[in-house]
Structures are given as C-alpha cells and as structure tokens.
C-alpha cells in the first residue's frame, strides 16, 4: 500500500512538534493573561454594577475568555518545559510538573465555570455572589483550592527548572514568582473589594 505525501510523516515526529510548539504556547498564553488581568482590574465594572451584573457584560466576558485561554494554552506550554529538561530536573521535575500539570488542570476547569456558569448563575440565581446563599460556599472552596494548588505545583515545577539549569535563570525565576504572585495579587483584590462593600464572590473573575 502505498502511503501519500500527507501521511508519510512519523506520528511521533507530528506529537515531537506540537509538543515543541508549547514555546510559543506560553508567550501567547502570558499576554492572554496579562490583558485578562487589566480588563479585570480596569474596565469590567464590578464596583459600579456589583458582581451579578458585571458577570454579564461583554468586558466580563472578554476577561474570563482571555484567562481560560491563558490556562490551557499554559498546559501545552508546561509539556513543552518539561520535555526540554525531563532528565535534567530529577524526581523533583517529576513531582512538580506532575502537581503543576494537575493544578493548571482543575484551575481551567475553575475558569471555564467563569466563563459559562457564573453569567448563567448571575441570571437565575444571583444571590450565590452576594453571600446570600450557602451555595457560595462550595464555589469558593473550590476555587480555592484548585488556585493555591495551582500556584503550589508552579514553584515546585519553577524551583526544579531553576536547579536544572537547561533554561536560563531569569526565566526560571520569574516562572517561579509569576503564577503564585498573580494568584496572591487576585486573592488580595478580592478580599479588598469585598471590604470596601462590594459583593463577595469566590476568587476573583
């Protein structure tokens, strides 16, 4: 049987490649998140509408949208980091890409309930972000939790890449410092704004 041009290419080659691509991956997935976190900061009107009715607005949206891309795209880039420096970075790279790689994981499944659940929660049950309802609870239990694993797996994976020296240092220090400072300056918003009056939702959107 003869194979045609398209598919003469190894499958491993292909996977070898879309795994390298996780480079690139990161760089867009940084910026994604970066412009995420200045809508979320700057435009989307929480103070104004409070949280029910923020969650429907085109820049909320925008915001989460832009954060959930971040987050998957920041898994493929976490495959491609750690297929660079596998050996090089030990039993310690293992643990923390492992905890890096399930964390990024729920983290995305926190977001994309950002993205879909919370405007639909915002139209039928708004109370769940005005502390009005013990279903809040949960929500940020859980939001909780997957960020501060998230944030616990990144330094665990940072500090590896960092000791294995195959990227240079200022990169692996800034992976180290990046995500878990992101998440404490998310957190600290949150509860800020909760104390200045404004609804008090789970982790910030």
Do not use: H
Not at 47 to 54: F, I, M, P, Q, V
Not at 55 to 72: D, E, K, N, P
Not at 110 to 119: D, G, H, I, L, T
């Amino acid at each position: 049987m003869k194979l045609g041009r398209g598919t003469a290419r190894p499958a491993l080659d292909r996977l070898s490649t879309f795994v390298a691509a996780g480079a690139w991956a990161a760089i867009v997935g940084g910026a994604a998140l970066v412009i995420s976190l200045l809508l979320d900061w700057l435009v989307v009107p929480y103070e104004k509408l409070g949280d029910a009715s923020a969650y429907l607005t085109a820049s909320y949206l925008a915001s989460a949208g832009l954060l959930l891309l971040s987050t998957v795209l920041f898994l493929w880039a976490l495959l491609a980091l750690y297929n660079r420096q596998s050996i090089a970075t030990g039993t310690l790279g293992l643990w923390g890409f492992v905890v890096a790689f399930f964390g990024t994981a729920l983290f995305a499944g926190s977001v994309w309930a950002e993205v879909f659940v919370y405007p639909t929660l915002a139209r039928v049950a708004p109370t769940v972000f005005t502390g009005q309802s013990a279903e809040a609870s949960s929500l940020i239990i859980g939001k909780n939790l997957s960020a501060y694993l998230f944030a616990i797996g990144i330094v665990l994976f940072g500090l590896a890449t960092l000791k294995a020296g195959v990227y240079p240092r200022w990169a692996s220090a800034l992976l180290v410092v990046s995500i878990p400072a992101t998440i404490f300056f998310l957190i600290r918003k949150e509860r800020f704004q909760n104390r200045s009056g404004r609804s008090c939702s789970a982790l910030p959107s």
